[in-house]
């Protein structure tokens, strides 16, 4: 798939998906879950102690 592609179908724009690829994006989790799911991946968050380490 091509990087245009990717970004009409999760509605980002070119720069924004090109920017997350390259580490400099700051995109939101809704953002994220909609390339994850054009991807046919999904995210799963966990809840974590704030005392935990890592």
């Known amino acids: 798939m ?3 592609d990717l970004a009409e179908l ?3 724009t ?3 998906l090109t920017d ?3 580490g400099r994006g700051n995109p939101t989790i809704k953002q994220l879950a909609k390339i994850a799911d054009v ?3 999904e ?3 966990t809840e974590r ?3 935990e380490p890592g």
């Open 2 to 4: 091509r990087q245009r």
């Open 20 to 22: 997350l690829e390259n």
């Open 10 to 12: 999760a509605a980002v």
């Open 43 to 45: 995210i799963t968050l």
């Open 49 to 51: 102690s704030l005392h």
């Open 14 to 16: 070119l720069r924004g």
């Open 39 to 41: 991807l046919g991946m």
